[in-house]
């Protein structure tokens, strides 16, 4: 029980710092089209596990804010686990266009399912109208790591543990059936 109350405060740490940067559609699409960021050809998938787009719009701006740059297309790729077994993925598929060349793709699957992220890319391409090419698609895997605290919000030994259980995680790709060589792996280090 421990293990699980230390885990979710740990997230909720994460999340209240995550939300205190910019995340809204229309701040990312004035960055956008203020012509101050760099866009290359191809695609940039941001992928979360929320459907809410703000929360890849936060990692969106952290990470123009390090690399100053993205590609042409972006797609916020929420993958959301539900509590039915299985589920027809084109019929729990979502396509909201947020901006020109920014979607938001919602894309539901059951407890026993996977989420292949390239089938899903396929399906939503169809759906928003324009192709994506495989090779030029690159997959951002956001991971938050809590590096400082500023607070006494957890004891110490809670505090280890979250560190601890963070730094454990399987590792995403496995579960998502990307290819590696599309992979850009990104740890977000945050005080909280």
Not at 15 to 31: D, G, H, K, N, Y
Request: charge should be positive.
């Amino acid at each position: 029980m421990a293990v699980m109350l230390t885990w979710h405060k740990g997230k909720a740490l994460i999340r209240e710092q995550m939300l205190s940067t910019p995340c809204s559609t229309q701040a990312l699409e004035v960055e956008l089209s203020s012509g101050r960021i760099l866009q290359m050809p191809g695609t940039f998938v941001i992928i979360t596990s929320n459907p809410e787009p703000r929360y890849a719009i936060a990692r969106c701006f952290e990470w123009m804010r390090r690399c100053g740059c993205l590609r042409e297309k972006i797609i916020l790729l929420s993958l959301v686990g539900t509590a039915e077994s299985r589920i027809v993925m084109e019929e729990r598929l979502e396509v909201i266009p947020l901006a020109s060349s920014l979607w938001h793709v919602i894309a539901y699957h059951g407890y026993m399912q996977d989420s292949n992220a390239p089938k899903i890319l396929i399906e939503a391409s169809k759906r928003m109208g324009c192709a994506i090419e495989n090779n030029d698609t690159f997959f951002l895997l956001p991971r938050e790591m809590i590096v400082e605290y500023v607070e006494a919000v957890m004891p110490i030994w809670q505090r280890k543990l979250f560190g601890a259980l963070s730094r454990n995680m399987s590792y995403a790709p496995n579960y998502f059936f990307i290819p590696y060589t599309q992979i850009v792996d990104f740890t977000w280090m945050m005080k909280a």
